[in-house]
């Protein structure tokens, strides 16, 4: 009876650990979920920088209409509203990329922009408020 619970416990003890093969699978089958996720998440995260963009150039363009009725008619900048007080310090004067949005007034109209992913003015995924006319008919 004593041999036959040794071997018990000594089967118990082999079969306590984990093998490297063992951890190298879970590992592996972790990294494929993670890689999965990631693929399905990254385009989405574009897409939200892309639509906080929009939303914060919307913001700065009431903010300097604003501006405008209470200043006069010039074309204030972003640091000039903030100054001012007209646009919170905390605010968004910066693209979700790091770099400040542009203003610009021409025949009573304002335009907020910004140069989108590439920081390259005048390409492609340049973002506008108000939108331009391609935009426009595209939508």
Known sequence: MNLV??????MRRQQAGVSLVE???VVAIMAMIAG???FAILPRMAEAR????KQGAQEIRKAVQLWQIEN??????VSQLKKDGVLDKAGA???PWGKTFQVKCTDGEVYVSSSGPD???GTEDDIEVPGRAKDDEEE
Do not use: E, F, Q
């Open 23 to 25: 951890v190298l699978i």
């Open 36 to 38: 999965g996720v990631s």
């Open 72 to 77: 006069g008619g010039d074309c204030p900048t």
């Open 119 to 121: 920081a390259k003015k």
């Open 93 to 95: 004067s910066d693209d």
């Open 5 to 10: 619970n040794t071997r018990k416990i000594l």
């Open 50 to 53: 892309v639509k906080t963009a």
